[in-house]
């Protein structure tokens, strides 16, 4: 079994509605609205309904009020596949220093000491980061469905929530509401790693991702840096590669970390399966990548 390549940056399920721009193989220009399914820090995965080519060069910009100064020429990585919103798309960002997103990402160096990663925004001035969380802010987050921390643009600190998908219906009637967000855990290394192998107790929701198949909402019984264990109707084999989020809400912004299975175990008297994961590894962002964090090949 091969192992899964690392991922170079967070990958945030997020939806944002954009509006992509450029001119087609017979050389007729066009300009149709899209969204992200997923982003990160130089790039996203789309759901476009034109046919685009790989290396194909388009333009993209926000559609929400108070996001359309947000724009960027793109490269078009590859196509991944069809769903009912049209075909997806990996782009990756030209410009690396054109802040399409408007999200901060830390250096995936500072998440060490990570229990879980969630996209926060302030609720004051609605500026948006992923936030490493250690095991007090996040038990403080499962308590309160939010958190205290210093604000960078406002200089003060203010309370944080999870930030939400846009809502298209919601902004073309211009009105700006905001509701709920995700998060994930994350790896862990180095001498203190016995100390990180100490998990605690939680009731939080995580979702489970594999390919070919739908995703699952199971029940997280304990999370760590390294790792969780869930309870789930699908028995999931011992080496089995998945996508984890937790929490998850899916009315909102969601990290997927990947991550294996390193046991499972039936419970019979619930009819469910008990597993543990370990997450896999997280790299620094080096040179040129792709939208889902892997380097070009």
């Given at each position: 079994m091969t192992s899964p390549q690392p991922r170079r940056t967070d990958r945030v399920s997020l939806t944002l509605f954009l509006e992509i721009s450029g001119t087609d193989s017979q050389g007729e220009a066009f300009s149709e609205p899209s969204k992200t399914l997923l982003i990160n820090r130089h790039g996203a995965v789309i759901?476009?309904?034109?046919v685009l080519a790989p290396e194909q060069k388009v333009h993209v910009k926000r559609r929400a009020p108070g996001e359309s100064h947000r724009e960027a020429d793109v490269r078009i990585v590859g196509e991944f596949g069809r769903q009912k919103d049209g075909f997806l798309y990996g782009i990756e960002?030209?410009?690396?220093?054109?802040d399409l997103w408007?999200?901060?990402?830390?250096?995936?160096?500072?998440?060490?000491?990570a229990v879980a990663r969630m996209l926060l925004q302030c609720?004051?001035?609605?500026?948006?980061?992923v936030v490493y969380l250690n095991e007090i802010e996040l038990r403080g987050f499962e308590t309160n469905r939010g958190i205290a921390r210093h604000c960078k643009t406002c200089g003060v600190p203010s309370i944080?929530?999870?930030a939400p998908h846009e809502d298209e219906a919601r902004f073309t009637a211009r009105q700006r509401v905001r509701r709920v967000d995700e998060v994930d855990?994350?790896?862990a290394q180095g001498e203190q790693r016995e100390r990180k192998r100490m998990r605690f107790k939680t009731r939080l929701t995580a979702c489970?991702?594999?390919?070919?198949?739908d995703?699952?909402?199971a029940v997280c019984e304990d999370i760590s840096p390294l790792g969780m264990c869930f309870r789930s109707k699908r028995l999931y084999e011992a080496g089995t590669a998945i996508d984890i989020a937790v929490p998850y809400s899916p009315d909102a912004a969601n990290i997927f970390l990947p991550a294996r299975i390193v046991y499972s175990e039936k419970l019979p008297k619930a009819g469910l399966f008990r597993h543990g994961t370990e997450y896999q590894k997280v790299i620094p962002i080096r040179g040129n990548e792709g939208p889902s964090g892997e380097g070009k090949s």
């Amino acid at each position: 079994m091969t192992s899964p390549q690392p991922r170079r940056t967070d990958r945030v399920s997020l939806t944002l509605f954009l509006e992509i721009s450029g001119t087609d193989s017979q050389g007729e220009a066009f300009s149709e609205p899209s969204k992200t399914l997923l982003i990160n820090r130089h790039g996203a995965v789309i759901a476009f309904e034109r046919v685009l080519a790989p290396e194909q060069k388009v333009h993209v910009k926000r559609r929400a009020p108070g996001e359309s100064h947000r724009e960027a020429d793109v490269r078009i990585v590859g196509e991944f596949g069809r769903q009912k919103d049209g075909f997806l798309y990996g782009i990756e960002i030209l410009d690396k220093e054109v802040d399409l997103w408007g999200v901060e990402f830390p250096a995936a160096t500072e998440s060490s000491e990570a229990v879980a990663r969630m996209l926060l925004q302030c609720t004051y001035c609605r500026s948006r980061e992923v936030v490493y969380l250690n095991e007090i802010e996040l038990r403080g987050f499962e308590t309160n469905r939010g958190i205290a921390r210093h604000c960078k643009t406002c200089g003060v600190p203010s309370i944080w929530a999870q930030a939400p998908h846009e809502d298209e219906a919601r902004f073309t009637a211009r009105q700006r509401v905001r509701r709920v967000d995700e998060v994930d855990s994350l790896p862990a290394q180095g001498e203190q790693r016995e100390r990180k192998r100490m998990r605690f107790k939680t009731r939080l929701t995580a979702c489970i991702r594999q390919p070919g198949a739908d995703d699952e909402l199971a029940v997280c019984e304990d999370i760590s840096p390294l790792g969780m264990c869930f309870r789930s109707k699908r028995l999931y084999e011992a080496g089995t590669a998945i996508d984890i989020a937790v929490p998850y809400s899916p009315d909102a912004a969601n990290i997927f970390l990947p991550a294996r299975i390193v046991y499972s175990e039936k419970l019979p008297k619930a009819g469910l399966f008990r597993h543990g994961t370990e997450y896999q590894k997280v790299i620094p962002i080096r040179g040129n990548e792709g939208p889902s964090g892997e380097g070009k090949s």
